[in-house]
C-alpha cells in the first residue's frame, strides 16, 4: 500500500493492515515528521499486541519541504530557516520502550537487516529507529 500525500497515516495504517491479515508480516516505512504525528498509537499496537514492524526514517526533520525552502532563500537556506522544518533528534527507539513496544536503533546500514529480522521474528510491535542524514533526500515522484 503506498500513499503519495496525506502525512501520518502510514502508521496506523499499518496497525489495521496488521490487524487484518494476522498471519502476515506487516512492515511500514515512514518518515519521523509522519510517525510524531500518531506516536502514542505505539500504545494500541501494545495494548492489543499488533505486531507490526514499523521503520521509521529518523532524519530530525521534515526534509520534503527543503527544496520548497531552498528555493524560497535562493537556493542558501541560513540556519534560523531550517528551524522551520527541522526539529530536535528523538530517539524514537526511547519512546516506543517507554510505551511498552520493543524500540530499536539502527546508525549505520549494517546494521538494518538484522534489525528487520529480529523485530520480525519477536511477533511484537516493534519501531526501527533508523538514524539518517539531514541532507538526504528521495527523488520526486512528480517534477
Known sequence: ???????????????????GVPDRPVVCFTGDGGFLYHVAEIETAVRW??????????????NQ??????????GTQTERAKELWGWTAVKISKVAGAFGGQGRRVEKPAEFAPALEKAIASKRPT?????????????????
Open 1 to 19: 500500500v503506498r500513499c503519495a500525500g496525506h502525512l501520518g497515516w502510514a502508521f496506523p495504517a499499518a496497525l489495521g493492515a496488521q490487524r
Open 65 to 74: 519541504s527543503k527544496a520548497g525552502y531552498d528555493a524560497v532563500y535562493g
Open 127 to 143: 519501531i526501527i529507529d533508523v538514524v539518517t542524514d539531514l541532507d538526504a533526500q528521495a527523488p520526486f515522484a512528480v517534477s
Open 49 to 62: 499486541n499488533i505486531p507490526a514492524v514499523i521503520v521509521v526514517n529518523n532524519n530530525h526533520s521534515g
